[in-house]
């Protein structure tokens, strides 16, 4: 299978295309230290991608999903079977500020992806958000919950979700995630460790709930449901998974388009995760990190943004997103790290992290 991602400077792009290189080396038994600690941790990794799978990225300069021509010349020069998108415009903050930026990068760029993929025949995976929820839930949001976004960009993106189910139906498969971090470029982890080891204080949000993400993690589901979607159409549509011809219609997304939620187990909220970092970061390295002398404080949505003056985003309060069906579905054992709850996902990140330096 030839599978061709978008966006592949970004963090979650940098985890699907640092697995295929582990899958690869596990092979030839030539992983480094720490590519097996990553094994270790995530040892589905050999059995998602396959031996003759072909994975490669593209970064906005090769492949603008703005622009139709781009796309063309890229599935001309690359031949994928599979696109998995992950480009996007993340900035919830200044999508309040330059809608028209984020509408033509989280809507109508997915579209142009999804009418290039219509016209040839492919899958299209696409990574969607938490955001596209209000908040107003007290539990975890499954994948019949109502979307109902607070913010420009929950409203992109859902905006997106939907002109793609629209135009591939069940040739799409969209997958919504939340709260990503990863030791590949700038995320809330990578930003709280750097703040962590300057500031004496530090005050965070304590009244938005979510659950924290391991791009790695997620990166080994969606190869999972890539393989398992092409090895069920390769066999009797009988012996395909329930819940995959299933549509989630409390969704609201047209045709039959697959929608999973995934996320780490139970969640917390930016403070109760900072406060995690923190520990995390003694445990793993308490002779550098015994000089940080920061202290935290715990601060209200409404305090943070009293300190801007530009109107910021509004968020969920709560957003946590349950992830039984996809769990269920790639039959993840209780045991796997894809299962794990959120503090045991952020210490694996941060041993693989450090053992990356
Ligand atoms: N980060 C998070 O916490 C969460 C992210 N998601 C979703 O997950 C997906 C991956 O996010 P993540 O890896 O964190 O994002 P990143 O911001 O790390 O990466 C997104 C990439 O998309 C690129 N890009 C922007 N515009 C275009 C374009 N027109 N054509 C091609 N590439 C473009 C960006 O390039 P450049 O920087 O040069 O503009 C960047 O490299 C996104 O769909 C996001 O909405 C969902 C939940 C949480
Ligand atoms: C730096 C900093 C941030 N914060 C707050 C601001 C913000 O509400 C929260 C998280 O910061 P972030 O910049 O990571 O913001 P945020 O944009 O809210 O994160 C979201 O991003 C998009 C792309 C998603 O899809 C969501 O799942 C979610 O990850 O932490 C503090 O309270 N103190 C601080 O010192």
């Known amino acids: 299978m030839r599978v061709l991602i978008t966006g592949a400077a970004g963090q979650l792009a ?15 038994n030539t992983c480094s230290s720490s590519q097996r600690l990553l094994l270790d941790m995530l040892p589905e990794i050999t059995e998602c991608i396959a031996v003759d799978d072909s994975v490669k990225g593209f970064v906005k300069e ?10 063309q010349n890229a599935f001309d020069e ?3 079977d599979v696109v998995i998108n992950c480009a996007a415009y993340n900035a919830v903050d200044n999508a309040e500020l330059e809608p028209v930026k984020a509408i033509a990068i989280n809507e109508q760029g997915p579209k142009l992806l999804a009418l290039a993929c219509k016209a040839r025949n492919l899958k299209l995976v696409h990574i969607s958000t938490d955001f596209v929820f209000d908040g107003a839930l007290s539990t975890a949001y499954t994948e019949q919950d109502l979307a ?14 939907r002109a793609i189910a629209e135009i591939l139906g069940s040739d799409a498969m969209i997958i919504r995630t939340s709260w990503l971090y990863s030791c590949w470029g700038t995320n809330f ?11 004496e204080r530090l005050a965070v949000i304590d009244d938005q709930t979510g659950s924290p993400t ?4 997620l990166a080994v589901v969606i190869f999972k449901l890539i393989k398992q979607k092409s090895e069920s159409e390769g066999s009797a549509a009988s012996k395909m998974p329930a819940t995959a011809r299933r549509n989630d219609v409390a969704s609201h997304l047209p045709n039959s388009a697959e929608l999973y939620h995934y996320a780490a187990a139970e969640s917390c909220t930016w403070f109760e995760l900072t406060k995690q970092i923190k520990r995390q970061m003694y445990v793993i390295d308490s002779d550098n990190c015994a000089s940080f002398t920061c202290e935290l404080e715990p601060i209200t949505s409404e305090t943070w943004q009293s300190w801007h003056q530009a109107r910021l985003a509004t968020r969920p309060v709560q957003s946590a997103l ?17 299962a794990a ?5 952020l210490q694996a990140m941060l041993q693989y992290q450090a053992s990356l330096s």
């Not at 090769?62 to 021509?69: P, R």
């Not at 349950?322 to 045991?335: D, G, T």
């Open 189 to 199: 982890v990578t930003t709280m460790q750097r703040l962590l080891a300057t500031k």
């Open 214 to 217: 391991w791009c790695e993690a």
């Open 148 to 161: 109902s976004p607070l913010s420009v960009y929950g409203q992109s993106k859902l905006n997106g979700e």
């Open 14 to 28: 940098q985890a699907l295309l640092s697995i295929v290189e582990v899958a690869a080396n596990a092979r030839l």
């Open 341 to 345: 709850p959120w503090q045991q996902q």
């Open 322 to 338: 349950c992830a039984v069906k996809v769990n269920s579905q790639l039959m993840v054992s209780e045991h796997s790290m894809l």
């Open 62 to 71: 090769q492949l603008d999903i703005c622009c139709s021509e781009s796309i």
């Open 78 to 80: 690359f031949a994928p």
